[in-house]
């Protein structure tokens, strides 16, 4: 709803009106100080005087926001004409940059897919020999290959040596998240403290995973300021 000038002009004689009844209370005070009933008159009339004010105050302030918001639209499209070259570089560089962006997180989600498919064929396939080879008769700890289950079920296979075991598909797409927030956003971002415990477990269940695949290099990036530097920086202004 538009707000007019004789809104404004009412809301603001409507105050005056109630001021005055209220220093006319306070001048029946001064004559009856000890009168209940008076004072009673002049509270009522103080608070209704202070709450017709602040509409009038706030009508007022509603109004002036109105006015300025008319100006803007009625200047917008000379403002629009005059920047329609810094217009157009931003639609053609965000647009293209946008697009490049989706892409890289269409690629991204579908590598993670694909890590999740590739984790639980390796997992599938080290569940699997290791019970034939149990089954053998050949468990871990008699020669360089052998296999064996453990209290939990999981499996445990060792081939020529080398010793595989099963890694948790989400744990290992959470590891990797880490590594890219750690290494290219920030050591100190908020989402490392949620991805630090499946990251732990892949790095202390997995160890030779985790030593086959470097973690990405670390970029750094201009500190972002933030709520505390504003704060530093009013109390130094003080």
Same mark, same amino acid.
């Given at each position: ?104 997180? $269409? ?11 590739? =984790?639980? +064929? !390796?997992? &599938?396939?080290? #569940? %699997? ?26 499996a445990r296979l060792k081939v ?54 470097? $973690? ?11 709520? =505390?530097? +504003? !704060?530093? &920086?009013?109390? #130094? %202004?003080?």
């Amino acid at each position: 709803m538009r707000i007019t000038e004789q809104q404004i002009e009412a809301a603001e004689q409507r105050a005056q009106t109630a001021e005055a009844e209220r220093d006319a209370a306070a001048r029946e005070l001064e004559l009856s100080p000890y009168s209940d009933l008076v004072a009673g008159r002049h509270t009522e009339a103080a608070r209704t005087a202070a709450q017709l004010r602040a509409n009038a105050r706030e009508l007022r302030a509603a109004y002036t926001a109105q006015l300025d918001e008319e100006r803007r639209r009625a200047s917008r499209p000379e403002l629009e004409r005059a920047a329609a070259a810094e217009i157009a570089a931003a639609r053609a560089e965000v647009s293209k940059l946008h697009e490049g962006f989706v892409e890289a997180l $269409a690629g991204a989600q579908e590598a993670l897919v694909g890590l999740v498919a590739a =984790a639980g +064929a !390796y997992n &599938a396939a080290v #569940g %699997s020999h290791a019970d034939v080879l149990a089954a053998a008769g050949l468990d871990v700890r008699g020669g360089e290959t052998g296999a064996e289950r453990t209290a939990l079920g999981e499996a445990r296979l060792k081939v020529d040596g080398q010793l595989f075991e099963p890694v948790n598909e989400g744990a290992v797409t959470a590891w990797v998240a880490r590594r890219v927030v750690e290494s290219r956003v920030s050591d100190r971002h908020h989402l490392l403290g949620a991805l630090n415990g499946a990251s732990i477990a892949v790095e202390q269940g997995a160890p030779t995973v985790v030593k086959a695949v470097p $973690a990405p290099d670390r970029v750094e990036r201009p500190r972002r300021y933030g709520l =505390a530097d +504003a !704060y530093r &920086a009013v109390r #130094g %202004s003080r």
